[in-house]
Antibody
Framework: EVQLVESGGGLVQPGGSLRLSCAAS????????MSWVRQAPGKGLEWVSL???????YYTDSVKGRFTISRHNSKNTLYLQMNSLRAEDTAVYYC????????????WGQGTLVTVSS | EIVMTQSPATLSVSPGERATLSCRAS??????LAWYQQKPGQAPRLLIY???TRATGIPARFSGSGSGTEFTLTISRLQSEDFAVYYC????????FGQGTKLEIK
């Protein structure tokens, strides 16, 4: 059974940093496309970042230069390093597996809440 | 960026009846469209991809149609567990989601 479990969220001041983790089971992270998707409180879904199996990374414009997606193969874990955080980054962050064609999100974690506030 | 617009924002339907949700793309996305269901406090769940293919384990009462810029999600014979928020998502050019349609009990 595919399972994704996020952790690492919390309250951080503007300008601060946070690293989110997503522990996967039931499949191999390094063999799949993986993404982070966020949802601001009471709002819709927004794609944040994508990590290809070959290591290529992509980001939505609003987080370029501030966020870094990565993985640890032996831990089968996906990460999102978030620096220079802003109030508008406040959201629930979901880890999601992307289907083999890089198209839709076929499995999701339960999410972890990041709150950026002073 | 491709903008996805869903309508209506809220849909009130009685259990046992049919619900029809719409999604429009600002430019053609071919059939590169997915639908998700999200219940309060839960992660989204994939329902439909390729505009009309049900994901694994999704009941047959969920069906998707459309191509290009106009898409529809139909839920026939609504059950209590179907009342939730539904999002469409295009993957023709990166990924963008609609703002969601809340399906509530009438």
């Amino acid at each position: 059974e595919v399972q994704l479990v996020e952790s690492g969220g919390g309250l951080v001041q503007p300008g601060g940093s946070l690293r989110l983790s997503c522990a996967a089971s039931g499949f191999t992270v390094s063999s799949n496309y993986m993404s982070w998707v966020r949802q601001a409180p009471g709002k819709g879904l927004e794609w944040v970042s994508l990590l290809y199996s070959d290591g290529r990374t992509y980001y939505t414009d609003s987080v370029k230069g501030r966020f870094t997606i990565s993985r640890h193969n032996s831990k089968n874990t996906l990460y999102l390093q978030m620096n220079s955080l802003r109030a508008e980054d406040t959201a629930v962050y979901y880890c999601a597996r992307v289907d083999t064609t890089g198209s839709y999100f076929d499995s999701w974690g339960q999410g972890t809440l990041v709150t950026v506030s002073s | 960026e491709i903008v996805m617009t869903q309508s209506p924002a809220t849909l009130s339907v009685s259990p046992g009846e049919r619900a029809t949700l719409s999604c429009r793309a600002s430019q053609s996305v071919s059939s590169n469209l997915a639908w998700y269901q999200q219940k309060p406090g839960q992660a989204p769940r994939l329902l439909i991809y390729g505009a009309s293919t049900r994901a694994t384990g999704i009941p047959a009462r969920f069906s998707g149609s459309g191509s290009g810029t106009e898409f529809t999600l139909t839920i026939s014979r609504l059950q209590s567990e179907d009342f939730a928020v539904y999002y469409c998502q295009q993957y023709n050019n990166w990924y963008t989601f609609g703002q969601g349609t809340k399906l509530e009990i009438k």
